[in-house]
C-alpha cells in the first residue's frame, strides 16, 4: 500500500481525520516533546526569527515554534486543507499562520525566513531532494535547517520471534512511509542541497512507560492488513486486542530510532 501522506490530497476523509488524532496524540506524548525541545534548541533562532514548518499537519510543531521566545512568525505549510482547517482551529497565538501547498514547489520567496523545519515530513516526499532545494531557495544566507525524522525500519514491537504484532508494524510503515530508510541518506541529501551540517544525532524512543503512540502503529498496521484483504476483521480486531492485553499487563514494547538534523545555508 502507498504512504497515505503521500497522496494525502485524495485520501478517504475518515482516514485523514484518523491522522488528525494520530499527529496530535503524539505531539502531546512528553518524551516526544522533549525530543522536539531539544532539536528546536539547536536552532539558535535570531530575535524576530521567521520559521516555516513543511508538512504541519494540524499544526502542534508550529505551535511549539510560535511559542520559542525569539519566533516572529511561524508558518506552517501542508498540502492537505482538512489537515490545515484542524491547524486554524488549534492555532490561536498571534504570529501564527498556516498555509496550503507542496513541499517541492513553495509558494514563498526567496530568502523568506530564517529556519526551515521539517518534522516527520521528508520520509513521506516523493522527491525530497526538490523539497530541500526549496528550503535551502526560501532561507536566508545564514539561515537553519532542522530536520528530524524516524528511522522506520527501526519500528518494532515485538516481544519474541514471529511475534503476530510485528506484522502490524511493518504493515503499518508500508502504508504511511514513503521511504522508511530516509536518515540513512539525510546527511548525503542535505550537503548536496548545499547546506553545511552543524549536528546530527539519534534518539531511542520506546513504549515501555506509555505505549499509546505506539498501539496506533499496531491500530494502523492492522487496518492496513485488512484494507488489503490479508486478513480478516476477526484477526485485525484480535490483533488490536493483543496489543492492548500487553499494554495492560505491562508486557507491551515498542520501539523507534529518530534522528534530528541542523543545518546551515551558505551565502
Excluded at 478517504?12 to 531539544?38: C, H, T
Excluded at 534548541?41 to 525569539?70: K, M, N, Y
Excluded at 548525503?188 to 505505549?211: C, E, K, M, N, Q
Aim: glycine share 8%; with cysteine.
Amino acid at each position: 500500500m502507498a504512504d497515505i501522506y503521500a497522496a494525502i490530497t485524495e485520501a478517504d476523509p475518515g482516514l485523514v481525520e484518523k491522522i488528525a488524532e494520530v499527529l496530535e496524540l503524539r505531539a502531546a506524548d512528553p518524551r516526544q516533546q522533549a525530543l522536539r525541545s531539544g532539536y528546536l534548541a539547536d536552532l539558535a533562532l535570531p530575535e524576530g526569527a521567521h520559521v516555516l514548518e513543511i508538512g504541519c499537519g494540524t499544526g502542534p510543531i508550529t505551535r511549539s515554534i510560535a511559542d520559542l521566545a525569539p519566533v516572529a512568525r511561524a508558518v506552517g505549510l501542508d498540502p492537505s486543507p482538512t489537515l490545515l482547517e484542524h491547524a486554524r482551529r488549534l492555532s490561536p497565538q498571534p504570529g501564527i499562520e498556516f498555509h496550503q501547498g507542496d513541499a517541492r514547489a513553495l509558494p514563498f520567496a526567496d530568502r523568506d525566513f530564517d529556519a526551515v523545519v521539517f518534522h516527520t515530513t521528508l520520509c513521506h516526499i516523493p522527491d525530497p531532494e526538490q523539497a530541500l532545494v526549496e528550503a535551502w531557495r526560501v532561507l536566508r544566507p545564514g539561515g537553519r535547517l532542522a530536520i528530524f525524522d524516524a528511522d522506520y525500519s527501526t519500528t518494532n514491537v515485538a516481544n519474541g520471534p514471529a511475534d503476530p504484532l510485528q506484522a502490524c508494524a511493518d504493515a503499518c510503515v508500508a502504508a504511511i512511509v514513503h521511504d522508511p530508510l530516509i536518515i540513512h541518506r539525510l546527511a548525503a541529501l542535505v550537503r548536496s542541497a548545499g547546506f553545511d551540517i552543524h549536528h546530527f544525532r539519534t534518539h531511542g524512543y520506546d513504549g515501555v512507560l506509555d505505549p499509546a503512540y505506539l498501539l496506533t502503529i499496531v491500530d494502523r498496521g492492522a487496518d492496513a492488513l485488512e484494507r488489503d484483504s490479508r486478513i480478516g476483521i476477526d484477526l485485525a480486531r484480535a490483533l488490536r486486542n493483543e496489543a492492548r492485553r500487553r499494554a495492560e499487563a505491562g508486557t507491551f514494547f515498542g520501539h523507534i530510532t529518530y534522528a534530528s538534523l541542523i543545518g546551515v545555508r551558505g551565502c
